[in-house]
């Protein structure tokens, strides 16, 4: 138990679904961080939202649209989703929103495929 | 930008053996952190060490920041230690992931 919880943990959509990936976390932390996962590729940085003001975005496609209610709650809206979008999504929480200034605690992930 | 190189990329060990990892950056980082990730995707924080060593049970980690690589150590390895360890830095308000070393421990 990580502190970080992910729903749903799999999830196969069409490229012309609208779906909702979703992240809690528990740890009071400041910071909240949406990763993308490819097969043979290093971890990639998506999104990271500081007290719920998105802080970076590293040049992802606008059919990825992420949310951020509060300090405790992220999503990522998917809508007209490609092939090679299909991967793991791993959400993950710190203290301090500058990416590895604090220790991260990652989320178990959602798995994507996109038919 | 910065390089982060990881190896070996592939270690099968029997159980109880020790192994070595490391990660190497191609420039000065602020911070360092080594992650595991088991068969089942869930990645764990293990050490967030930018420099020196720490200890975990049986694993250990050091950075030699001034000669930009970090090494990992495991010990009596279990089968429960597979999976795949990444190590990820920290530069100018970036993290960036190396491709990770995939360890799988026979029983």
């Known amino acids: 138990e990580t502190g970080v919880t992910q729903t749903p943990r799999h999830l196969v959509m069409g490229m012309t679904n609208k779906k909702s990936l979703k992240c809690e976390q528990h740890l009071g932390h400041n910071a909240m961080y949406w990763y993308k996962q490819s097969a043979k590729k290093p971890l990639e940085l998506m999104f990271v939202?500081?007290?719920?003001?998105?802080?970076e975005n590293n040049s992802v496609p606008s059919r990825f649209s992420p949310e951020c209610p509060n300090s405790s709650h992220l999503f990522l809206h998917l809508h007209t989703l490609q092939p090679e979008d299909s991967a793991l999504y791993l959400c993950?929480?710190?203290?301090?929103?500058?990416?590895?200034?604090?220790?991260?605690?990652f989320g178990d992930g959602t798995r994507l495929s996109i038919l | 930008g910065i390089q982060v190189e990881q190896s070996p990329p592939d270690l099968i060990l029997q159980e109880g053996a020790n192994s070595t990892l490391r990660c190497n950056f191609s420039?000065?980082?602020?911070?360092l952190q080594w992650f595991h990730q088991n068969p089942w995707g869930q990645l764990i924080n293990l050490f967030y060490?930018?420099?020196g060593t720490k200890q975990n049970g049986r694993l250990s980690a050091t950075t030699v920041a001034t000669e930009r690589y970090s090494l990992l150590y495991i010990s009596s390895s279990q089968t429960t230690d597979s999976g795949v360890y990444f190590c990820a830095v920290n530069r100018d308000d970036k993290i960036i992931f190396g491709k990770g070393t995939r360890l799988h421990i026979l029983p």
């Open positions: 993950a929480s710190s203290q301090a929103a500058v990416p590895g200034n604090q220790p991260q605690h």
């Open positions: 420039d000065s980082v602020n911070n």
């Open positions: 060490i930018p420099s």
């Open positions: 939202y500081s007290l719920e003001e998105r802080v």
